[in-house]
């Protein structure tokens, strides 16, 4: 019986190895692979087929390729996302190539990641953002969420919400699943993004208006040339004045009332004068009397000293 059991134990070691080994050769098989996806995902110039227009135009080599573009504005929050309206021509051939590029450079990392959106699906790419800014918790079944937008280039918006006591909506944009690059803001800034994007897209429909220029819409004017300026006079002090200036006129003030009489006070030493007698009231004037007329002198007159009754001698 010992010697049945010895082959059967060998073959069990030998298939418990052997699926050892399938197994090893499974795992180095994945990673390869998700090496090989990472490098297609991070230079897709080389290892992978583009799969935008504008991506297209940035693999072409040995022809001049000409780059216009115009930043609209950027988000800043953990990682920095930045929109351009872009138009790539190639030189060589004529043909071209517009729509936006989106240079993300996340948190913490000091390089930074392109995203491609062609100018035929910034439309579809406004819309999506409509849609899954107006999902949130209340809308749901479950504890969390989240609400993606993907376009053909890998760019990735996602809404999802925090829980803990600080629970709140946030929005991330991504490039691709291997490349590292994401953004995060808070669902706010949603708006401002899709506001960013739709100018950009206003600017490729009318490449020839004022906003596609962006600050050299209005170049400055050509400075005129002009005499050099006469040197200032130096400023001379004002002569001192030896007079004082007048006083300005005291403003008039009402005479105050005179006090009241204070009352007699019969304790007080020596004794108060007794009041002045008020001033008897002046006559009126009479009319003087007419003068009576001197007396005619006598035609008669007598002699002075004479008597009038002389005796006899």
């Not at 050509?222 to 200036?245: D, H, M, Q, R, Y």
Request: with cysteine; aromatic share 4%; net charge positive.
């Amino acid at each position: 019986m010992s010697r049945d059991r010895r082959p059967s134990c060998f073959a069990s070691a030998a298939t418990s190895c052997a699926a050892i080994a399938l197994v090893f050769s499974v795992e180095a098989a994945l990673a390869q692979a998700t090496f090989q996806e990472r490098l297609r995902l991070d230079e897709p110039s080389t290892l992978a087929a583009p799969k935008t227009k504008l991506e297209a135009f940035t693999i072409s080599s040995g022809e001049v390729l000409i780059r216009e573009y115009t930043d609209t504005g950027a988000i800043e929050a953990r990682g920095t996302v930045t929109v351009s309206a872009t138009i790539l021509r190639n030189a060589t051939t004529g043909s071209q190539a517009k729509g936006l590029v989106l240079t993300i450079k996340a948190a913490g990392l000091s390089r930074s990641g392109t995203g491609y959106v062609d100018h035929d699906e910034i439309e579809a790419l406004l819309k999506g953002i409509d849609s899954i800014s107006k999902i949130d918790l209340a809308a749901t079944k479950l504890a969390n969420f989240e609400a993606s937008y993907q376009t053909r280039g890998d760019v990735r918006i996602v809404v999802f919400n925090t829980d803990g006591a600080a629970a709140r909506n946030l929005v991330s944009i991504e490039l691709g699943r291997w490349t590292g690059m994401r953004a995060d803001f808070l669902i706010a800034e949603l708006g401002r993004l899709r506001q960013l994007i739709s100018d950009a897209k206003a600017i490729l429909d009318d490449p020839d208006s004022a906003a596609a220029k962006g600050p050299r819409a209005a170049p400055p004017p050509e400075p005129v040339s002009s005499p050099a300026p006469l040197p200032a006079a130096k400023p001379t002090a004002p002569p001192v004045s030896e007079t004082k200036p007048a006083a300005s006129p005291a403003p008039k003030q009402k005479p105050a009332a005179a006090p009241p009489p204070a009352a007699a006070d019969n304790n007080a030493w020596p004794p108060a004068a007794p009041p002045t007698p008020a001033a008897p009231p002046t006559p009126p004037k009479q009319k003087a009397k007419p003068k009576a007329k001197p007396a005619e002198p006598d035609p008669f007159p007598k002699p002075a000293g004479a008597d009038p009754f002389p005796k006899p001698n």
